[in-house]
């Protein structure tokens, strides 16, 4: 499905009930940067995983990403814009509650949803995500152009089949200009991270989860890369949700 959510940007999602669906509230699947809902959860076997479980599936392109729409304006970008597309999403599916799984950056804007609007989130999973800057060192006028843990992933992201490198760098750009706070805390929603043992990217996310009153999993021998793939990392959401 594809809808003008908020002002001009297209949002193509996904809503996938399954056969026989189950008495939980549905799961929102947030990807991460340079990546799409297909790539990220689809071909991880996420969708499978969860609807095997009974659960309806909204997982949507974020703007610049996948089908949806790639503006190269930064401002286009910042994280409120991108928390306005998901609750007219919801609005727009009728839902009024979820739990909600992001990844890397969709960990992010996971967060940034459970306190713009935290009646319309259940339980909140991060993965892929710490409190370190994963902008720390990288000259975002010039992204990928460094040795730093995003300029790996913006060369990686930026040369995949389908994405806007221009779209790319603006989106970087906007969310570095809104540094990432723990402060204040999300406290109230349960709160799971996960991330792999070598995901630098992910650093901090122990503590973090211990400020918040949540739990962390660390997956062995994975990185931001592969982590999201991970059974273990699947079967982790999969009893938190299910709690």
């Known amino acids: 499905m594809s809808a003008n959510l908020v002002g001009d ?29 297909g790539m990220n959860w ?20 974020l703007r610049g990403h996948g089908a949806s729409g790639k503006p190269t304006d930064s401002a286009f970008y910042l994280p409120e814009h991108f928390v306005a597309d998901l609750v007219a999403m919801l609005d727009e599916t009728g839902v009024d509650k979820v739990d909600v799984v992001g ?13 713009t609007a935290p ?12 409190a370190k800057n994963a902008f720390d060192g990288a000259d975002l006028s010039d992204p990928g152009s460094g040795d730093t843990p995003f300029d790996l992933v913006y060369r990686t992201v930026a040369a995949l089949p389908g994405n806007d490198a221009a779209a790319l760098a603006a989106c970087a750009r ?10 204040p805390p999300l406290t109230g929603i349960p ?30 021998g994975r990185d931001h890369a592969n982590a999201v793939s991970s059974r273990a990392f699947r079967q982790a959401v999969l009893d938190f949700l299910a709690d």
């Open 9 to 37: 940007v297209t949002i193509r999602y996904a809503d996938l009930h399954p056969q026989v669906p189950g008495d939980g509230v549905p799961v929102l699947l947030l990807h991460g940067f340079g990546t799409d809902f």
């Open 42 to 61: 689809r071909a991880a076997g996420w969708v499978q995983a969860l609807g095997a479980a009974g659960t309806r599936v909204i997982g949507p392109d």
């Open 103 to 115: 990844y890397s950056m969709g960990s992010r804007l996971a967060w940034e949803l459970a306190l």
């Open 119 to 130: 009646e319309r989130v259940r339980r909140v999973v991060l993965g892929g995500f710490g």
């Open 174 to 183: 906007a969310q570095a200009s809104r540094p990432f706070d723990p402060d």
């Open 191 to 220: 709160l799971l991270l996960v991330s792999g043992a070598r995901d630098a990217l992910a650093e901090g996310a122990a503590e973090l989860a211990e400020r918040c009153g949540g739990t962390h999993v660390e997956v062995p």
